[in-house]
């Protein structure tokens, strides 16, 4: 699977942008896809994950309440609608696909998602 990351860019503080994550093929209904964000210097941090069949998600505590995911079935995408936006939001945003062969709950650990797009960069200005 190859996922296409764009939407992100320069924005103030307490302003908005919203991510999208095209799959390259039809996304199976026990996979997941996630969101993960890398700022200079730091270890790729998980963001957000959804369940592609049921809809379920599941939020790091920093960005709950600001972010939000969701996936159009149809179009293969999965967004990422950041609202409130801190300049420690300021990263590389990743999405990832985690095919779940054994049909698991929603995980935040990188090393259990099986595909990456490359990142979209978000700078938040203060």
């Known amino acids: 699977v190859q996922l296409q990351a764009y939407g992100g860019g320069l924005v103030q503080d307490g302003g908005s942008l919203r991510l999208s994550c095209a799959a390259s093929e039809p996304i199976f209904s026990n996979y997941h896809m996630g969101w993960f964000r890398q700022a200079p210097g730091k270890e790729r941090q998980f963001v957000a994950a959804i369940s592609w069949r049921e809809g379920n998600t599941y939020y790091t505590d920093s960005v709950k309440g600001r972010f939000k995911i969701s996936r159009d079935n149809a179009k293969n995408t999965v967004y990422l609608r950041m609202d409130s936006l801190k300049p420690e939001d300021t990263a590389v945003y990743y999405c990832?696909?985690?095919?779940?062969?054994?049909?698991?709950?929603?995980?935040?650990?990188?090393?259990?998602?099986?595909?990456w797009g490359h990142g979209t960069h978000v700078t938040v200005s203060s």
């Open positions: 990832a696909v985690r095919q779940n062969p054994y049909r698991t709950p929603l995980a935040e650990s990188s090393a259990q998602y099986d595909f």
